[in-house]
């Protein structure tokens, strides 16, 4: 089968593209998926880099979409030729024996590209709103690199919870994204910008959550701009993995600070059913929208790391293989 394999960490230069390696035989509890659309996020790149540690040989991906080949001995309430969506690794290749806890079945209203697109992103969306921190209708939330596949996701959430989303981008072109996802307010990233349009939004109070995807870059910002009581969402490292810092910091503001994992919120197959249910119903019922930059040949897959890592991208981007 085809694949993307890195034997050691670097630039993009270590993404092999194979055409020779073996077809997966999926373990007891997993399910075999030819995979259709696969995803890349930025994670993976922290994995490609060494940021994240792994064993080598390594194949990169967290979720694809695809149809079902065969199931493992243990596996009951799929068929072959299925239409699933899968969270787990050993994405970027053209099968993926998948954990059946973390797959599902898509509903027939939604397209496999779309499915692919939005379960991790729109998942880790759902959870941060839901679990970090609780948004309540009317709060002011900040959201930063809103034009990405996180932070569309977030906009669109927090605009049907009745909240005020101020949200931060990399440039002019991408304030429009933002917009169309549900922002109220589009800031475009420059020196004392976002604390001074914070501070006269709110009253001076600042926002009750920061949902920070940037990581080391803005970290202290967003403790500078969180309200009283409030919570900075600390949930990716786009400019490197923050540093450590005094925990006495937080008591001026009584503030805290969470820095969470999507898989540890869907730990359990019943909380994976609950949270993939609601984002297939806000995807179906609410017409939610996935924004897809590009679908790219499996084996163009380092110029895709190059654009994302290069800020070139909006929304999610998507492998085919």
Not at 92 to 118: M, Q
Not at 167 to 180: D, Q
Not at 277 to 305: C, D, Q, W
Request: hydrophobic content about 40%.
């Amino acid at each position: 089968m085809e694949g993307i394999l890195i034997e050691k960490t670097g630039g993009t230069e270590v993404l092999q593209y194979k055409t020779d390696l073996p077809v997966p035989t999926p373990k007891e509890n997993e399910v075999l998926v030819k995979n259709d659309f696969i995803g890349i996020n930025y994670i993976d790149t922290y994995f490609r880099t060494g940021l994240y540690s792994s064993t080598m040989p390594y194949i990169l991906g967290k979720e694809a979409s695809g149809h079902i080949v065969s199931l493992g001995a243990s596996v009951s309430g799929f068929a072959p030729d299925d239409r699933v969506v899968w969270l787990g690794g050993s994405g970027y290749a053209e099968y993926t024996a998948a954990p059946a806890d973390k797959t599902i079945k898509i509903p027939d209203a939604i397209k496999l590209e779309d499915a692919c697109a939005a379960i991790l992103q729109g998942l880790t969306a759902l959870t941060l709103t839901e679990e970090a921190h609780k948004v309540q209708t009317g709060d002011w939330v900040l959201v930063l690199a809103a034009s990405g596949g996180v932070g569309g996701w977030l906009c669109q959430i927090l605009k049907a919870k009745g909240a005020h989303t101020i949200a931060t981008v990399g440039s002019e072109e991408k304030v429009a994204v933002a917009k169309a996802s549900g922002a109220e307010v589009v800031l475009v990233e420059k020196e004392g910008a976002v604390q001074e349009k914070v501070k006269e939004l709110t009253s001076g109070k600042g926002v009750v959550a920061v949902f920070d995807g940037v990581g080391k870059a803005t970290f202290y910002r967003s403790l500078e701009v969180v309200a009283r009581k409030g919570t900075v969402c600390s949930f990716g490292n786009a400019s490197g993995a923050v540093e450590p810092f005094s925990i006495s910091r937080l008591s001026a503001k009584n503030a805290k600070v969470v820095r969470p994992t999507l898989f540890n919120y869907i730990s359990t197959r019943e909380e994976f059913e609950q949270y993939a249910g609601e984002l297939f119903r806000l995807m179906s019922e609410e017409k939610f929208t996935t924004h897809i930059h590009e679908i790219y040949p499996l084996n163009e897959v380092a110029r895709a790391h190059n654009d994302l890592e290069g800020r070139k991208t909006t929304g999610k981007l998507l492998l085919k293989p």
